[in-house]
């Protein structure tokens, strides 16, 4: 592995271990309990276990970092000025009806700025992480944005209603942490979405500036409502065209 912090390094230990869990519950996904938040916000025993685990190993480096997760209360600890963001299963709707299209996602914001980030896909065993100024990797290959230029022969990947106005080649895959990763990846050429969490999206944003990406400017005292365009420096603007109102 390339050199990593410490910090990170627990980032992805801790990701290991939840998924373990994860990966045994998904097996029996028929199985979980499921109580409803809302009509399509689903939360399973395995998105709680997940956290649990994920804020316990978090916590054994001693840090006292603050936390902003999706499940449980967000805690205000000594040090104010870093926060875990921790999403223990972004693509609940996917796990729940037993698609393997799902990611833990960690990242560390710093004095208002994502400084590093993990997005981990259990099934398919796949690690994007990245740190500030340190590039971003795929199982220790170094991955950059795609290459393309001619916006027809580009994928994209987004969560909301379609916004195109054009024949924008778009999909849907549930997991706005795995399509954001796959952006940064080269896999797909953009990614677009209203109304996003900050816990969706943190390990994204680090992964696709570190990858060369481009993506439009984000409020970090704002947890919920974000909205997300990335893409290279080369399709980005010529993505946006091609989007209504965004």
Known sequence: MNSI????NIMIKASQKASKVLIRDFGEVEKLQVSTKGPFDFVSNADIKAEKIIIEELNKSKRNYSIICEESANKINDDKNNFWIIDPIDGTNNFLHGIPHFAITIALKSNNEIVSGITYDPIKDEMFYAEKNNGAYFNNQRIRVSKKKKIDQCLFATGGKKEVKNSLNVRKSGSAAL?????????????????????????????????????????????????????????????LENLNNF
């Open 179 to 239: 399509d954001m990763a796959y952006v940064a990846a080269g896999r797909y050429d953009g990614y677009f979405q209203h109304n996003l969490h900050l816990w969706d999206i943190a390990a994204g944003i680090i992964l696709i500036n570190e990858s060369g990406g481009k993506i439009n400017e984000i409020n970090f005292s704002q947890i919920n409502g974000i909205k997300i365009a990335a893409a290279s420096n080369i399709i980005y603007e010529k993505m």
């Open 5 to 8: 912090s410490a910090d990170l």
